[in-house]
């Protein structure tokens, strides 16, 4: 017994000492955001542990483990919840119960996960959810369309395309009572870039042109061609979202091939004749100077994997894979950004491109926080980072939906 205490207390000493990062002192709850951290990493050494002892595969952990927050719809005095289809697309509708004179606004929202978990049934997406619907006064539609590895590329975002074209149909924003002038598409990580996605989409068709009022992203993940701009390099080993464990998880949303990982992991994975895709994410072109640091841009290796992936050159998985004409018409525009994340240049090298075409963008950078605060804001685990964001986005969709 005293033998396994010691080992215990060791190997958690060890673990310590592995994963150990310095967290900035100007963060509001750094404790926390350590134990966040280091829960992730203890996820994913488990993950690892149990895919190499044949026990469940490497994302099913997550899946099973994310899956323990999901929560029934339960509506209350203000909000009918329930869940339903649109088009055999599950989705969860919070419909305000007070009687109104005025046609309402409508958010649709798609949550993150990887494209491996996660679920709008989560207990922080429904809080969200929630007070979105009650503060605007608004129809809140969360489709949960299907995931990966069962289901890849492009099964997610054909999935919101459909739920929300149905929505958009005039009968049944008529019988919720949505006001069609006022619809806004949100997401965050990787639902934030199958948002952006879906937007671009809808505008750049003819019959949806304009129906889409604004969009607002939250640390959005917005390109998969390169992964070592500076906050990918900065925030490599976390907090919490570490590179290899984005990695890992979302290109099983491509394939299962074991390859594609490796080679992104080492970015040189693209395949020849791609070069001119990274026009459209050169972070040496669009970062501002702040962000650059004394990073030096590197040239992608091309053309070094046989298998070819079409996914990857597809801008349904990265939404910034666009030219400007396709951007410049899109609608107005949130996008939240945190210092402390991989991601953080996507959102931002968005920001700046959408800018260069007169979209008008409203964005918010989060000194002082992590990828993924929105998903700690309910029992057990609190971050006042997190619901100061769901704040900020809650009050600029109040002002501008
Ligand atoms: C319902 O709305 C009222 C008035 O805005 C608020 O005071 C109350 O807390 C809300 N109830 C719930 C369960 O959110
Ligand atoms: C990226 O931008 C830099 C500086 O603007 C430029 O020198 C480089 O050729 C660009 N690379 C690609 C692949 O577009
Ligand atoms: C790619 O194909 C070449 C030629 O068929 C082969 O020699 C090489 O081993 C392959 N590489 C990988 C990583 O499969
Ligand atoms: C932008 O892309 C679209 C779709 O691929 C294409 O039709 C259009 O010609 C491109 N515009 C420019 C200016 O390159």
New binding site residues.
Partial sequence: MGNKMLLFGLSCILLAYYTYIPIPENFEEPWKVRLIDILAKIATLTATFFENMGLMKFEDFFFVLMRTQNIEAIS???LTVIDTDFSNIPVRLYLPKRKSERQRPAVIYIHGGAFVTGSCKMRPYDFMNRMTA?RLDAVVVAPDFRLAPQYLFPAAIEDCIVAIKFFLQDKVLEKYGVDPAHICISGDSSGGGLAGSVTQLLQNDPEYRNKIKAQAIIYPSLQGIDTWTPSYREYENGPFLSRKLAIKLSTRYVTEDEELPEAILRNEYMPEGSRDLFKFVNWSHFLPERYKKNHVYREPVLGRLNATYPALLDSRLSPLLVNDSQLQNLPLTYIITCEHDILRDDGLIYVTRLRNVGVPVTHEHIEDTIHGAISFVTAPMYLHSGLRIIDKYVSWLQENL
């Fill in positions: 209350d005095e203000n009650s």
